[in-house]
T-cell receptor, first 109, second 114 residues
Framework: GEDVEQSLFLSVREGDSSVINCTYT??????LYWYKQEPGAGLQLLTY?????DMKQDQRLTVLLNKKDKHLSLRIADTQTGDSAIYFC?????????FGKGTRLHILP | DTGVSQDPRHKITKRGQNVTFRCDPI?????LYWYRQTLGQGPEFLTY????????KSRLLSDRFSAERPKGSFSTLEIQRTEQGDSAMYLC????????????FGPGTRLLVL
């Protein structure tokens, strides 16, 4: 398909791990991104991964890439209330970034 | 703060009026992008510049929209004869221009057309 797909909503208890999944469209995309957007705020680049990697870890964040299935995931360990936001999966295609619709992460106490 | 600034941050206008937004990118960045984000959606590409040249325009960019980057630094996005459907967040991003290089986003201009 043409779209970057991701689930719209995820609810996680504080302290648990959050896993946000995404499928992208172009197997030749060289860069894949996760952006975070807090209410009323702009987009913050959380992390990115090159297509020749299958995993990237950065503190509490782990990105997994399955090129065969065009599947990208973001794991947030020890989820905190400050992680409450919308998370956008995105791919670099034709000199521009193509975004998914975003997954709203809700943290339960 | 990413270093990309946008002005104004909020704009309320009446249908049919013209509006202009400004974006100041990070100074050494060659590429400047405009995106539009409506409620419940991810940002959608509108157009981008390499220095002062406008290299691509999305089909989302109707004839009422025009963007410029006259000296290859700041950029303006003008919407003529605004419609209620133009209500959205308009985001600007800049990058040095290498493939896939990180795009730094500004805080956006939120437009409400009454």
């Amino acid at each position: 398909g043409e779209d970057v797909e991701q689930s719209l909503f995820l609810s996680v208890r504080e302290g648990d791990s959050s896993v946000i999944n995404c499928t992208y469209t172009d197997s030749s995309s060289t860069y894949l991104y996760w952006y975070k957007q807090e209410p009323g705020a702009g987009l913050q680049l959380l992390t990115y991964i090159f297509s020749n990697m299958d995993m990237k870890q950065d503190q509490r964040l782990t990105v997994l890439l399955n090129k065969k299935d065009k599947h990208l995931s973001l794991r947030i360990a020890d989820t905190q209330t400050g992680d409450s936001a919308i998370y956008f999966c995105a791919e670099y295609r034709d000199d521009k970034i193509i975004f998914g619709k975003g997954t709203r992460l809700h943290i339960l106490p | 703060d990413t270093g990309v600034s946008q002005d104004p941050r909020h704009k309320i206008t009446k249908r049919g009026q013209n509006v202009t937004f400004r974006c100041d990118p990070i100074s050494e960045h060659n590429r400047l992008y405009w995106y539009r984000q409506t409620l419940g959606q991810g940002p959608e590409f509108l157009t981008y510049f390499q220095n002062e040249a406008q290299l691509e325009k999305s089909r989302l960019l109707s004839d009422r929209f025009s963007a410029e980057r006259p000296k290859g630094s700041f950029s303006t996005l003008e919407i003529q004869r605004t419609e209620q459907g133009d209500s959205a967040m308009y985001l600007c991003a800049s990058t040095l221009g290498a493939e896939g290089e990180t795009q730094y986003f500004g805080p956006g201009t939120r437009l409400l057309v009454l």
